[in-house]
């Protein structure tokens, strides 16, 4: 049943990245592999992740 739970959820998070392609980004906390959406907007941000509170730096293209 786990394995169930896993596959609807990762359906779940491929139909917002879909849906949010536009607007946000998924990107995966280094720290804790939280899966965090932010804002499309391209270049360098600093990140604190609201799960682990650590901070870490992307580039969005
Ligand atoms: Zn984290």
Redesign the pocket.
């Known amino acids: 049943m786990r394995l169930l739970k896993e596959a609807r959820n990762s359906l779940l998070l491929c139909r917002n990245k879909w849906r949010d392609r536009k607007t946000h980004v998924y990107h995966r ?1 280094p ?2 592999r ?1 899966m965090l959406r932010l804002p499309r907007r391209p270049g360098f941000h600093g990140v604190t ?1 609201p ?2 509170g ?1 901070h870490f730096d992307m580039t969005v293209k």
């Open positions: 906390c720290h804790c939280a992740c799960r682990c650590q």
